[in-house]
């Protein structure tokens, strides 16, 4: 199966991957030292709703993506993300900081997907019919929209839902190993073996539909 | 070109490290070459995968959901938790109370700590109470019955006194008998004066410890 798209369109693609990477803003960025975390920590435990507000401006695009890559779903992704507020809001006063307030809350999250997740797999025919029409509503694709890009992303629905996580994370969010173990709860080992894991499937998934680097340009 | 090499399969089987010791051999293997292209694509790819979407609506209703949930936790809020150690002073306080019980019972007050003259309200009053002057006649009949056994035993003494201490005692039990003797004439028609009582008992004391101690002396 051929894809015709020339080679220039692919490096368009990671082109927009690392401009994308340098407009996020600077508490998103893999590896920044987040020295806000205490202090933000200290002032979700009081209840301070303008603490989550504060949280939400410097989470809340990547929880929305991290969540939407999970679930499928932009609507989805937006409640996700919204109970897992809630949750962290709940959960606030007990949490004892073992981890990073920043890691946490997608720990929260990632969970907050996987019942969504589940929920869905008990009530599949309802979620389907609305799925259908919540899809892709006011997503904005990148200009340099490519046949790897949208087989990659229909090839990551189908993984298993951990590796699914830990490439999300890792690939493409950039989270580090070690952050993807604390998200995840598994050793940062763990994270490597899922990432190596999802990267194996992901090749078999889009060999089978046809994605070969030589062939398909 | 082998269509059917499988090298790259293989060597993903094996893992990581593998892999990349299949460059050489995907240097003259396009098919090898390919998929490990891919292989390096997909990590190459995948940020474009990061969504962004505007979500005017998402910020607003968390904090909507979140001042609700504020607002409820207000309204349930339990009353304040009891202090560790509230219970403490109620103990003590027991402790203190038992413990005074106790001692009450171990120094339970004696036949002269019943005394109606040892009382502090004895005497308050200007007119005894129907039980009061009950208690006071049975107190004023137990001196008389003690001043009556040491009058038995004094008296042969007192009769023939044989030193002047003796001499002196003698006297003094007879001014004692004298006042008892007016002040149960003075009784006889105010029996509730309380104050006459009081006199009476005072002198009835008196007298009994003057007999006490002619009976010492008279021993030592």
């Known amino acids: 199966m051929q894809f015709g798209r020339p080679l220039e369109d692919r490096s368009r693609v990671l082109v927009f991957a690392r401009k994308k990477e340098e407009t996020l803003p600077e508490s998103d960025r893999p590896g920044e030292p987040r020295d806000e975390d205490a202090r933000l920590l200290e002032e979700c435990r009081t209840g301070e709703i303008s603490a989550f507000e504060r949280l939400y401006e410097l989470h809340g695009a990547r929880m929305k993506s991290v969540a939407a890559n999970l679930l499928g779903n932009l609507a989805d992704a937006e409640d996700a993300v919204q109970e897992s507020f809630l949750k962290v809001y709940r959960g606030a006063a007990a949490f004892r900081g073992a981890a990073r307030l920043s890691t946490w809350i997608y720990r929260v999250l990632v969970n907050s997907c996987y019942d969504m997740l589940r929920r869905r797999r008990r009530r599949p025919v309802e979620v389907a019919a609305a799925g259908e029409s919540r899809e892709t509503a006011g997503f904005a694709v990148p200009a340099s929209d490519h046949p790897l890009r949208l087989s990659l992303e229909a090839c990551v629905r189908d993984l298993d839902p951990r590796r699914r996580a830990a490439f999300v994370l890792f690939e493409v969010e950039g989270f580090t190993h070690r952050e993807v173990g604390d998200i995840l709860g598994v050793p940062e080992g763990t994270s490597r073996t899922l990432l190596f894991e999802a990267r194996r499937e992901l090749q078999r998934l889009l060999s089978r539909r046809g994605i070969v680097a030589g062939a398909r340009r | ?220």
């Open chain 2, 1 to 220: 070109m082998s269509a059917a090499c499988r090298k790259f399969e293989k060597a993903l089987a094996r893992g990581e490290a593998a892999l990349a010791g299949l460059e050489p051999h995907a240097a003259a293997c396009p098919d090898c070459r390919a998929k490990l292209l891919l292989w390096k694509e997909i990590s190459a790819a995948a940020p474009a995968l990061r969504k962004s979407w505007e979500s005017p609506h998402l910020l607003p209703g968390i904090s909507r959901v979140l001042s609700a949930e504020r607002a409820k936790a207000a309204r349930q809020q339990p009353p304040p938790p009891r202090r560790r150690f509230a219970w403490v002073p109620a103990a003590a306080a027991a402790a203190l109370f038992v413990l005074s019980m106790i001692g009450l019972s171990i120094f339970k007050p004696g036949e002269s700590a019943r005394d109606p003259l040892a009382r502090p309200s004895f005497g308050k009053e200007p007119l005894l109470g129907d039980e009061t002057l009950k208690e006071v006649e049975i107190a004023e009949a137990n001196y008389l019955g003690s001043i009556e056994k040491l009058s038995q035993a004094a008296s042969p003494l007192m009769a023939n006194p044989d030193s002047a201490i003796l001499v002196n005692y003698r006297e003094k039990l007879q001014l004692l008998d004298s006042a008892i003797g007016d002040l149960r004439a003075q009784l006889a028609g105010n029996r509730f004066n309380t104050h006459l009582r009081k006199e009476l008992l005072a002198m009835y004391q008196e007298k009994k410890r003057t007999l006490e101690e002619v009976v010492k002396e008279v021993k030592s």
